[in-house]
């Protein structure tokens, strides 16, 4: 059974600080790895999704890479500002079968100026 | 323009009560799906619909049934409501079944 675990669960760092959230999963069989960012009171917005057969994938400041076999993803935020404030759930797809996203808990980030 | 839509936004009921959510998507996707975040703040899958048809039934009770009229539409009704269904539940669509998943804004369930 797919576990994926989040670490640290909360996170509280001064506004330009790089920092690293850490996503580890039980089986490496999957397809994807998708890292969401969500608001209070709001939905999930997808910021990046890594297939299995890719390393890593980067956007803006936001670099995410994947190691499949030993289960673990990085999302690597560059010179962090207050408006990344917000909870990072990283999700796995695994080989097969439907679109099925296994959900981390989450670390929930606050910066602060 | 909203691409996931979910009415109402927040729901109080009391238990026993049947109550239903209605999501909506534009995006033309053929995929919706509904999810239950609890208070620990775990997502997890409850159904999935690819044009129409039923393709994932995680373990819920029977009282929670969906019902997909057209592909945009994947409406979740939920009978005699319990205490324990109290979450937040979002709805999601992707373009087949090995594509992102976009998430709508969520729907905050309270049963008192």
């Known amino acids: 059974k797919q576990e994926v675990t989040q670490i640290p669960a909360a996170l509280s760092v001064p506004e330009g600080e790089n920092l690293v959230l850490n996503c580890s999963f039980t089986?490496?069989?999957?397809?994807?790895l998708q890292w969401f960012r969500q608001d209070p009171g709001k939905g999930l917005t997808s910021l990046l999704l890594?297939?299995?057969?890719?390393r890593e994938q980067t956007s803006g400041r936001l670099n995410a890479s994947l190691d499949k076999s030993s289960g673990r993803s990085t999302l690597y935020i560059a010179a962090s500002q207050p408006g990344d404030s917000a909870t990072y759930l990283c999700?796995?797809?695994?080989?097969?079968?439907?679109?099925?996203?296994?959900f981390g808990a989450g670390t929930r980030l606050a910066v602060h100026p | 323009d909203t691409a996931v839509s979910q009415t109402p936004k927040y729901l109080v009921t009391q238990m026993g009560n049947d109550k239903s959510i209605k999501c909506e998507q534009n995006?033309?996707?053929?995929?919706m799906y509904w999810y239950k975040q609890d208070s620990k703040k775990f997502l997890k899958i409850m159904f999935s619909?690819?044009?129409?048809?039923?393709?994932i039934n995680e373990t819920v009770p029977n009282r929670f049934s969906p019902k997909s009229p057209d592909k945009a539409h994947l409406n979740l009704h939920i009978n005699s409501l319990e205490l324990g269904d109290s979450a937040v539940y979002f709805c999601?669509?992707?373009?087949?079944?090995?594509?992102?998943?976009?998430f709508g804004p969520g729907t905050r369930l309270l049963v008192l």
């Open positions: 995006l033309g996707h053929d995929t």
């Open positions: 999601a669509s992707s373009q087949g079944a090995q594509e992102t998943q976009y």
């Open positions: 999700a796995v797809k695994r080989s097969g079968g439907y679109n099925k996203l296994i």
């Open positions: 089986d490496s069989a999957i397809y994807n």
């Open positions: 890594i297939q299995s057969s890719q």
């Open positions: 619909y690819n044009n129409k048809e039923l393709i």
